[in-house]
């Protein structure tokens, strides 16, 4: 299920993953392929017909997730190779109008770059940062706070990145444990980024993280726990040159503009450097064109 770009992680609700979990304990009850795939039609059926409280259908994004998420639940219990898979899946017609809508959404954003001042952007982590470290702690301050001056995600912050001083680079921070690949082996590379500012702030805010957090808890249990308190904080603290609040899932984007300007070499053109700082795919320019959303002022 190739899609144009990185999508969002893939978190759905606590009642489909009970479903899922319902669908593969009944695959594996069922005696042949042929039944398997019934009943994966049955679900694929179920997936596109539902319907929210108020009557309306879930949208075509939502669905995707979900489906995402069945057959990451078939390869844990059957194998990357389990024939059903090629019955679970978004079909080729939905996943064109996916790659599409992306697109235009792309270009839409390229051509309404959000401004943002690096100095008092900056500025406002490491006030923010300083404080919730010497004064008043606050996991979801913290991962918010860490979130806009290193450019990672929520959940990395909080359970499965790992993070350490570059010696050779003062600016720069040792990192792996991306949550956002599906190539295990791309997930615990090690690769190198610069942050913001404040860096003993931001492993000293890490390394309390780790206390507090179960490195094995769910990307969607931890969104459901605390994306609400994250979000709050970080609309806060992080604002672009209009004073406009800047969302979570948008700090990942005003980072890298930042950084760029920061720290990109001369010999370097921009996109490849947010690329290597991003932890892209080598090679993976078109991924990373995603991430353009701000320009420094």
Not at 94 to 118: G, M
Not at 184 to 208: E, N, W
Request: overall charge positive; charged content about 25%.
């Amino acid at each position: 299920m190739g899609t144009a770009a990185e999508g969002m992680p893939m978190l759905i609700s606590r009642a489909e993953q009970e479903r899922i979990a319902a669908f593969i304990d009944r695959l594996r009850e069922l005696p042949t392929e042929k039944a398997r795939s019934g009943a994966a039609l049955h679900e694929l059926y179920w997936i596109h017909t539902r319907k929210k409280r108020d009557g309306k259908r879930y949208s075509p994004d939502v669905n995707r997730k979900v489906i995402i998420a069945y057959r990451d639940a078939i390869r844990a219990a059957f194998g990357e190779d389990a024939p059903v898979l090629k019955t679970m899946h978004y079909s080729k017609a939905r996943t064109d109008d996916y790659n599409a809508r992306l697109v235009a959404f792309r270009t839409r954003k390229h051509h309404n770059l959000r401004p943002v001042n690096a100095s008092e952007y900056i500025t406002a982590g490491e006030e923010f940062i300083a404080k919730v470290v010497n004064e008043s702690w606050s996991n979801a301050k913290a991962i918010a706070a860490v979130c806009g001056l290193t450019g990672r995600r929520p959940f990395e912050i909080a359970c499965t990145g790992h993070f350490a001083p570059d010696p050779a680079r003062p600016h720069y921070i040792l990192f792996s444990g991306q949550a956002k690949t599906r190539d295990a082996d791309r997930a615990q590379m090690t690769y190198s980024f610069p942050v913001l500012g404040a860096r003993d702030h931001i492993l000293t805010a890490v390394a309390k993280l780790r206390e507090n957090f179960d490195p094995n808890m769910s990307n969607s249990e931890f969104s459901q726990g605390w994306a609400g308190d994250i979000n709050k904080y970080a609309r806060q603290v992080f604002h672009d040159a209009h004073g406009e609040e800047i969302k979570p899932r948008d700090l990942r984007e005003a980072y890298v503009a930042i950084a760029v300007q920061l720290f990109a070499p001369s010999d370097v053109s921009d996109i490849q450097f947010m690329n290597t700082i991003l932890g892209h795919k080598p090679g993976s320019l078109d991924t990373t064109t995603y991430y353009i959303g701000f320009t420094v002022v």
